[in-house]
């Protein structure tokens, strides 16, 4: 059933777009990468050694995948060759090494369609309208695209977009007004902070968590005492109940606060910091075979099902696959291999060591 699914997505993917139309922004490169995790950042090094260019696309707003987003300064033991580094530390040392190469990065973009033309070109469309025709297309989807998380509070959903916010986006727009930033990490204090700090600032910024406790840099927090020593900073301890609206205009939040009151903070703009989570969201539609929600690939080379895209990393899954960078590492390295028999066909796609091969050299700028 699930394979006549798939069959009936692609045939439908296939029947409508047969040659990508081209417009001004259509970037044509060798590779695309889906993905700036650990796994998609070595994946634009092997394909370096192979001397194919890469764009990497993620949803995130920086790059590194869940070592980032999910364990920065937690320590990983399991790494070869490095005893024991963060999370941060190890995407830090894989943008040092993948800078020969000198991939092009797009973020705060997920990569939402995926089409397979007539002529084996690769169509990839994101959700800032970019478009890419490729050669070959490597998935290193992770556990899928980190979403902002959801105020789920009545008249939320409404009033996204207008009033309610789970980026910050261009301060400028919330000048003169009242914004309440919801949030107890980093990113909640940062960007009220960076409102109190804005020319044309809010007539009000209030900072809401549901506890009097952040979790930030020393430095951040400081600077956010600072603010509301100063009376630039509100803050606010407790949890929005409702948004109240007339004719979709926000006026105010409604707050429980810890003492078990019911109060009113106005705002026209609430700016939510709840937290990400991943969803797997369009990979699901791009017609290529899947099991559990990962994707289908031979271990020869990593590919999919569909010619010219490879799977790499936590987003697929094979017999015996453990979710363990180093497996995506390794799996990226053959993919590579793979995309080379693609992008250069007539070249034999040797194996060199980079010890000793001056053509490797030559890739990695080293005199
Ligand atoms: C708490 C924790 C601790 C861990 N500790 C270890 C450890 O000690 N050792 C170890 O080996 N592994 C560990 N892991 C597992 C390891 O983090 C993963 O195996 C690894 O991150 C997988 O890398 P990846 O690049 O495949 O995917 P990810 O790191 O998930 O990166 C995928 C990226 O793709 C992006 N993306 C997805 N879909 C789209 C789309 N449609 N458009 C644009 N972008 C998209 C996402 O935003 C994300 O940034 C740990 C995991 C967790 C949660």
Known sequence: MERQNRQARRTQALSTTHT??????????????????????????????????????????????????????????????IPVCTGRELVAQLQTQIQPFAPTFHLNQEV??????????????????????????????????????????????????THVHYRLGDAARFAGQDVVVLGGEASAVAAALKLTLETKAPRSVTLMHRRDVFTAEPVLLQAMRDAVASGRLQLQIGQPTALLSTSNQLHA????????????????????????????????????????KQLVVNTETFATDVPGIFAVGDINTYLGKKKLILCGFHEATLAAFGAAAIVHPARKTLLQYTTTSTELHRLLGIA
């Open 20 to 81: 990508a139309p081209m417009t001004a922004a259509t970037t044509h490169t060798d590779a695309v990468i889906v993905g700036a995790g650990p796994v998609g950042l070595f994946q634009a090094f092997q394909l370096g050694l192979q001397d194919i260019r890469s764009h990497i696309i993620d949803a995130l707003p920086h790059v590194g995948g869940q070592c980032v987003e999910l364990y920065a300064d937690k320590p990983i033991y399991d790494i070869p060759g």
């Open 253 to 292: 939040v409604q707050v429980a606060t810890p003492d078990g009151q019911t109060i009113e903070r106005p705002a026209q703009h609430v700016l939510a910091f709840l937290g990400l989570s991943p969803k797997l969201g369009p990979i699901t539609n791009w017609g290529l075979a899947m099991e559990r």
């Open 112 to 161: 939402t369609e995926v089409v397979r033309l007539d002529d084996g070109l690769i169509s990839v469309r994101t959700s800032a309208q970019q478009h890419f025709i490729c050669k070959v297309l490597v998935i290193a989807a992770g556990v899928g695209a980190f979403q902002a998380r959801k105020l789920s509070v009545e008249g939320a959903a409404e009033l996204e977009g």
